[in-house]
């Protein structure tokens, strides 16, 4: 299996940068595997004071890869229970969590960028939930979007599908930072830095109660969800749009 | 005024035939640190507001405000680093003033005229209305001491939700634009000036209310919120005396004390 997800870590710093950059790092079987394997590797790691999220090449994410498993829809399942998995170890890390986003963080990449504790983006980069436009349910990411945004403003978002800008997500509080383009790799690191500096003790401890308070902890809530997904994405709805979408 | 007299900290004026009390701090040349001396104050001022609401059958309101450079700038460190005790003790009264505004019943109001950090912050946060003017700042500092402000959390995500994960552990102060969106600040002053005058008429524009009506939708909301969840308060004053208590904390906090008192 290629690498398809790296990790270097300096000064307390994790990157884990998603390497499909041809694909705009499509969530393909092989990465969202690499994916989890890597992030469940930190967890442990006493001396990772943050973890940077980020994609290489032009886009962060551009959601799952749904077209290399076309004719496959069993396995379209399956990825997004792996996905629910990945999210779940992004959010129980115990140190806190970046998501750098240039160019896209479509669907699953955009539940990639809120799952993580902050989401660092530029004012053009294109993100959002256009799920329900393809047929397909996003309950395997929405319960993630309830607990940043609340409730209301999820069921909007998510029932109404599409994208939007990088300074809409911010205004409406799925990016928790929106800068320039070309000062999103140092805003990034300001932020890492800032965040390595703080009582690492104390820094997870806070983390650790924000999860208990928001229902992260919840794994089977999440795990339901996805199979909400899972089944949907097998039906004939989504398939054919699917189909139609690739023109098969 | 209930507590005239010389050298107050905080100055607390009953207005408008007793519906409205106004409880401001005025210790700029210690940034409204809180120390001992101004939890003192403090706690007299919820207390004796209170309870006089309490037998009122008229609307009231209390008006949470500040003069100076800073709203609140926090503990006092120079305590904390002469008794290692100490930041325990503050961390339990800071806990006693929230509950206390949490608990009043009538609504309270914050005008929030520049930096409210650390426990500061957390006072806000156990405001029901919060104005801020544009200097106003909100952060908890504090993972810098080895401090966590677990402490804060009900009342942040009663206001914030999801956006607690940013306010609580962002190492830079947000803005009062930022805390706007957020959701913590709930109308912003452009004109500092004019704060004063907009808090006070909030306020009593409050004090037109049904005054049952607003205690009990306030007793609901600190119910539905979570932010007056007694387990989730007591636990997380825990978890905040445990870290202020612990080894990094005492360390951290001597080394950030120690560069505090460079000459800059």
């Known amino acids: 299996m290629s690498t398809l997800v790296s990790l270097d870590i300096t000064d307390g710093i994790a990157r884990v940068c998603m390497r499909r950059p041809e694909a705009r790092n499509a969530l393909s079987r092989d990465l969202i595997t690499q994916l989890r394997s890597t992030i469940e590797a930190l967890r442990s790691r006493a001396d990772v004071r943050v973890?940077?999220?980020?994609g290489d090449g032009k886009s962060f994410c551009a959601g799952m890869d749904l077209k290399a498993v076309a004719t496959d829809p069993v396995a379209m399942g399956d990825m997004l229970r792996a996905l629910a998995e990945t999210s779940l170890a992004?959010?129980?890390?115990p140190m806190p969590t970046i998501a750098k986003v240039q160019g896209a963080a479509i669907g699953g990449g955009c539940g990639l960028m809120v799952v993580c504790d902050f989401g660092v983006t530029h004012p053009e980069a294109k993100v959002g939930y256009p799920e329900v436009d393809l047929g397909i349910c996003p309950a395997v990411v929405a319960p993630w979007l309830v607990k940043k945004i609340g409730a209301g403003p999820a069921r909007a978002m998510l029932l109404l599908g599409g994208t939007m800008s990088g300074a809409?997500?911010?205004?409406?509080g799925i990016a928790s930072h929106c800068v320039p383009l070309d000062q999103l790799e140092s805003a990034t690191m300001a932020l890492a830095t800032g965040l390595a500096k703080g009582g690492p003790l104390a820094i997870r401890e806070t983390k650790r109660w924000l999860s208990v308070l928001d229902g992260s902890n919840d794994d089977a809530a999440i795990r339901e969800a996805a199979e909400i997904s899972a089944k949907i994405i097998q039906g004939g709805e989504a398939q054919e749009r699917l189909a139609k979408m690739w023109g098969s | 005024m209930f507590n005239a007299g010389m050298d107050?900290?905080?100055?607390?004026?009953?207005?408008?035939?007793?519906?409205?009390?106004?409880i401001t701090f005025c210790d700029d040349a210690r940034r409204n640190a809180l120390s001992r001396a101004m939890f003192d104050e403090l706690d007299a001022a919820l207390a004796a507001a209170s309870s006089t609401i309490a037998g009122r059958q008229a609307a009231s309101c209390?008006?949470?405000?500040?003069?100076?450079?800073?709203?609140?700038?926090?503990?006092d460190l120079g305590a904390c680093v002469a008794d290692p005790t100490m930041m325990g003790t503050f961390l339990q009264r800071l806990s006693t003033a929230v509950r206390m505004l949490r608990s009043m019943p009538c609504p309270v109001v914050a005008a929030v005229q520049g930096p409210a950090l650390a426990g500061g912050c957390a006072l806000v946060t156990a405001c029901d209305v919060v104005i801020a003017g544009p200097a106003a700042r909100f952060a908890y500092p504090v993972h810098r001491i080895g401090l966590s402000p677990a402490i804060s959390l009900p009342t942040l995500r009663g206001h914030t939700g999801g956006g607690a994960r940013t306010v609580a552990l962002a190492p830079e102060p947000l803005d009062a634009v930022a805390a706007r969106a957020l959701g913590l600040v709930h109308e912003l002053v452009d004109d500092p000036a004019a704060l004063d005058a907009r808090s006070l008429a909030v306020s009593r524009h409050l004090l037109a209310k049904g005054p049952q009506a607003l205690?009990?939708?306030?007793?609901?909301?600190?119910?539905?919120?979570?932010?007056?969840?007694?387990?989730a308060l007591d636990a997380t004053l825990a978890a905040s005396v445990a870290t202020g208590l612990s080894d990094e904390s005492s360390a951290m906090l001597a080394a950030t004390w120690a560069s505090m008192q460079k000459p800059r």
Do not use: Q
């Open chain 1, 51 to 54: 973890v940077i999220l980020e």
């Open chain 1, 168 to 172: 809409e997500g911010y205004a409406k």
């Open chain 2, 62 to 75: 209390v008006l949470l405000a500040a003069t100076g450079r800073a709203f609140c700038s926090g503990f």
């Open chain 2, 8 to 22: 107050r900290l905080i100055t607390h004026e009953v207005l408008d035939d007793g519906a409205l009390h106004r």
């Open chain 1, 90 to 93: 992004i959010r129980k890390l």
């Open chain 2, 215 to 231: 205690a009990s939708i306030k007793r609901w909301m600190n119910a539905h919120d979570g932010s007056c969840d007694l387990a």
